[in-house]
């Protein structure tokens, strides 16, 4: 059974407590938390992600699912521990080389949470291959990140399947997450893909009911 992590980037600030309160009624898994500083994507959720973080921390004890489109990778995460998050996944586009994606790795270690790395569409599979023995999630993006509402990209679903026999070959285990796009009508392309969590934002928060939702997205995979 996949996980479903709701993304709250399409969360309406007037109904955040209410809209919160009902995903975790609705039984969502994790929030995903998009943080977004305007540099490495267009725009800037920085302040929105902190005051929903800050709410959701008050009312829930579900786990936090970081998601950093940020250049300035280190400093994100600092601004995240001291909510106690259950993972933090990074872009593998915003480290200049392998040094600093493994000072990242290990600094999310040492603060104990779980460390993901996040590909963008374009970014061959390969790319990460090396980190996987070291990480828990791979995050691969199935729109180009930046915004949410977008249309699911059919092409990253092969990287997704690939990415799992790969795992599978070389006996590791590690969650695939995808991220973007996802809705009832596309759940059909993500089965038998591997992908164990699934990322959903506007499918979720712009129904009517979250938990009917949330049901018929988990029960097809
Ligand atoms: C896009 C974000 C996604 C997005 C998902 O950059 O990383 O998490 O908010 O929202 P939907 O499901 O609406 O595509
Ligand atoms: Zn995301």
Redesign the pocket.
Known sequence: MVEIST?V??VKEEEAVKTFYNLETAKTDYF?I?V?DGKF?KQNTIEKMQTYTNVIKQISNLPLDV?L?VEDVEANIDAYLPYEPNLITFHIEACKDKQEVLKHIQYIKENNAKVGIAIKPNTSIEEIYEYLPLIHLVLV?T?E??????KLIPETIQKVKQLREYINENNLQIDIEV????NIENKEELKHTGANIL?????IINSDNYKDTIKKIKETI
């Open positions: 993304s980037l399409s995903h998009d977004m994507v998601h489109m993006m729109v990140p930046g915004y949410g509402g977008q991220d973007g796009g996802i990322v959903v934002g506007s499918a």
